[in-house]
């Protein structure tokens, strides 16, 4: 079964709100957990990734954070705006030299006008 | 310049048939993958390769073959389609396969797969 899964498969937000994209992960002994932006028609495009002895990892208004307590994991994207419009995946990438990732089941995330 | 590319976008077929899915990369990775979308949106991976070694074989049936004619290509090739099969394809590509790293998987637009 699938080690990796979003709490929520649709979310809806104003734009220029904030958005916070969670994910539960169940394997830790994975090493890298990436997120990956889906937009319709398009395959997966790469967002940001966070190593699993960090814990936040800031980029272009999106910020990971990393929970190896709860083994949570959140994407948070400030002001969005309407081209974050996409199906956001998290992944996880195991330890041991494979890069196959095994992916989320991911959340539809939608900008309000 | 397209990074990674797939062909053909779209493929109908009857059940029974055997069809190929071509990808290839100009990016010089020397990782190629092939991961299967479901209806639902869910991905999975189906195969990787490295320098023309297979490194990921999950449960995917044997009738579904990758094959790399080169470091640049790895195509799909399934045998005796079932309707299951219908989904959409994604090959990506990634340079190396170092372990503690993350190398960033570019993928490719999908291949859309209809078994009739």
């Known amino acids: 079964g699938e080690s990796v899964g979003l709490h929520l498969p649709t979310l809806s937000v104003q734009e220029g709100d904030n958005s916070i994209i969670n994910c539960a992960y169940s394997n830790s002994a994975s090493d890298y957990f990436i997120w990956y932006k889906q937009e319709s028609g398009k395959g997966p495009q790469f967002i940001i990734d966070i190593r699993s002895n960090m814990d936040k990892r800031q980029g272009q208004r999106v910020t990971v954070l990393l929970n190896k307590t709860v083994k949570h994991l959140s994407l948070q994207i400030a002001a969005t705006q309407p081209g974050d419009s996409a199906v956001y995946f998290c992944?996880?990438?195991?330890?041991?030299?494979?890069?196959?990732?095994?992916f989320g089941k991911g959340t539809h995330l939608i900008i309000q006008p | 310049d397209t990074a990674v590319s797939q062909t053909p976008k779209y493929l109908v077929t009857q059940m029974g048939n055997d069809k190929s899915i071509k990808c290839e990369q100009n990016?010089?990775?020397?990782?190629m993958y092939w991961y299967k979308q479901d209806s639902k949106k869910f991905l999975k991976i189906m195969f990787s390769?490295?320098?023309?070694?297979?490194?990921i074989n999950e449960t995917v049936p044997n009738r579904f073959s990758p094959k790399s004619p080169d470091k640049a290509h790895l195509n799909l090739h399934i045998n005796s389609l079932e309707l299951g099969d219908s989904a959409v394809y994604f090959c990506a590509s990634s340079q190396g396969t170092t372990s503690g790293y993350y190398n960033e998987q570019f993928f490719g637009p999908g291949t859309r797969l209809t078994v009739l």
């Open positions: 990016l010089g990775h020397d990782t």
């Open positions: 390769y490295n320098n023309k070694e297979l490194i």
């Open positions: 992944a996880e990438k195991g330890g041991g030299g494979a890069d196959g990732l095994t």
